[in-house]
């Protein structure tokens, strides 16, 4: 039974130069899994964004072609879909609604009026299904990127929904939960369930699909089953390497534990020296995004200290953080007003800060998007911006949470080549990214780090 057809979709946002999607053609059949691939912005997340009726309603723009999803043709709203077709966004932060993990679950089921017997049983159910079985009274400020993205799923699947759209579903996860998530979307096409996933991470994907269609620059250029497609080769530099030098930082006896909540981790003694490339690897929630906070200031130890020894440069930087969610960081207008912020605010002349922004611009491969407004980007490209916001700044110590998250292979090249400080440290549950980037890997786990071998 065909779930899906889509005949010659265009589209176009509104005041875009170039259609985000060109002549676009796919069908699907009930209880297939179909992974959308290409590259960062080439219109996967504007095609899931068709299939769950945001576009043309909610977006505006020029659209042309026929779009049918369960019998329903285009136009249509994403309330008349509902619960029939589940979506869970890129970033699963602005889905969220509740305080508890519970009550997020519970939301859908809720407004489908169904009884509190009945409520319960699907949250403890889809809770189950992603691994977050006795979560239910955490409060969703508290979990890490990771979970967060189960609990969105959770949700979704509480409705219990006949298509499954997901935008980015590994993207946060550690390659546990992300083998945990794909098997569970692949017992969901064997009960009818239809899913379709924008991904890049193909290596965790691509063994659990039928069929791939891969888009460039909006186009379809291969359609077909997942064993005829041959991914894109993914070359990852290596940065040399040098002898550490003095220490930057110093960590004694830290302990961290959230009001109320258990203990992240306790009793850290850790040294950061010049030179280091140092990635912070292991499981959703082990405390990583937790350590890079501490070291920026933004959370205070509940015991022992952590000292800064680096000293401020005069046109540079101490110290950035990237956040996991780029979004949280994007405050100006353009990309060009983005990266012109932290060199602005270090006082430097008119042509440095136009030197800096082109320097980085080109490095990231931003160049093209210097005049658009930041959020009308796709989501790999926001985080390069909010990279790149920091890279303009020169800081001696940069702090990055999952910095290649959303990026495709030739992007993650492309930024692992652009980074450049004193001191570099890096949440990633990339492991070939890790091998390749860093120096030293410190792996969390149940409260502990231990040092491996990159």
Same mark, same amino acid.
């Given at each position: 039974m065909r779930v899906l057809a889509v005949r010659d979709l265009t589209y176009r946002y509104p005041g875009g130069k170039a259609p985000a999607l060109c002549g676009v053609s796919l069908t699907v059949q009930e209880g297939e899994m179909v992974l959308l691939a290409g590259e960062t912005g080439c219109g996967k997340s504007t095609l899931l964004s068709v299939l769950c009726g945001l576009i043309p309603g909610a977006a505006g723009g020029e659209f042309s072609g026929e779009v049918e999803v369960l019998?329903?043709?285009?136009?249509?709203?994403?309330?008349?879909l509902f619960p029939r077709v589940a979506v869970v966004f890129q970033n699963p932060t602005e889905m969220l609604l509740a305080e508890t993990?519970?009550?997020?679950?519970?939301?859908?089921?809720?407004?489908l009026g169904l009884s509190p017997r009945e409520i319960r049983s699907r949250v403890e159910k889809a809770l189950s299904e992603v691994g977050l079985s006795g979560f239910e009274s955490r409060r969703l400020e508290e979990l890490s990127g990771g979970e967060r993205q189960?609990?969105?799923?959770?949700?979704?699947?509480?409705?219990?929904?006949? #298509?499954?759209? %997901? /935008?980015?579903? #590994?993207?946060? %996860? /550690?390659?546990?939960a992300s083998r945990r998530v794909m098997n569970i979307l692949r017992k969901l096409t064997r009960k009818g369930i239809t899913v379709i996933l924008a991904e890049h991470r193909l290596d965790l994907a691509l063994p659990w699909v039928d069929r791939v269609c891969f888009l460039e620059e909006g186009r379809v250029i291969f359609e077909g089953p997942a064993?005829?497609?041959?991914?894109?080769?993914?070359?990852?530099?290596?940065?040399?390497?040098?002898?550490p030098g003095e220490v930057l930082i110093e960590v004694q006896g830290l302990s961290f534990s959230r009001p109320g909540g258990r203990e992240i981790f306790k009793n850290l003694h850790l040294r950061f020296r010049q030179g280091e490339r140092v990635a912070l690897c292991g499981p959703n929630g082990s405390g990583k995004t937790t350590l890079l906070h501490l070291l920026a200031g933004l959370l205070r130890p509940s015991?022992?200290?952590i000292e800064i020894r680096a000293r401020k440069g005069k046109d540079a930087l101490l110290l950035g953080l990237l956040l996991q969610d780029p979004d949280l960081m994007l405050v100006r207008e353009s990309v060009e007003a983005e990266l012109a912020f932290a060199p602005e605010n270090l006082g430097l002349s008119p042509g440095e800060i136009?030197?800096?922004?082109?320097?980085?611009?080109e490095r990231l491969g931003l160049v093209s998007f210097l005049s658009r407004v930041p959020f009308s980007l796709s989501r790999g490209q926001r985080l390069r911006v909010a990279l790149g916001a920091l890279l303009t700044g020169a800081p001696r110590i940069l702090l990055l949470d999952e910095p290649t998250t959303a990026q495709d292979a030739r992007h993650v090249a492309r930024l692992i080549s652009s980074l450049s400080a004193d001191l570099l440290l890096f949440s990633t549950h990339d492991e070939e990214v890790a091998r390749a980037l860093a120096t030293r890997v410190l792996y969390f786990r149940n409260g502990t780090v231990e040092e491996i071998r990159p």
């Open positions: 019998g329903q043709r285009w136009p249509v709203s994403p309330g008349a993990v519970a009550g997020e679950v519970a939301f859908g089921p809720e407004n189960r609990v969105a799923l959770a949700a979704a699947l509480a409705v219990n929904p006949r #298509l499954l759209l %997901l /935008d980015e579903p #590994l993207a946060q %996860l /550690d390659p546990q064993r005829d497609f041959r991914p894109p080769e993914r070359h990852l530099p290596r940065p040399g390497t040098s002898s015991r022992g200290r136009k030197r800096r922004v082109l320097s980085v611009a």
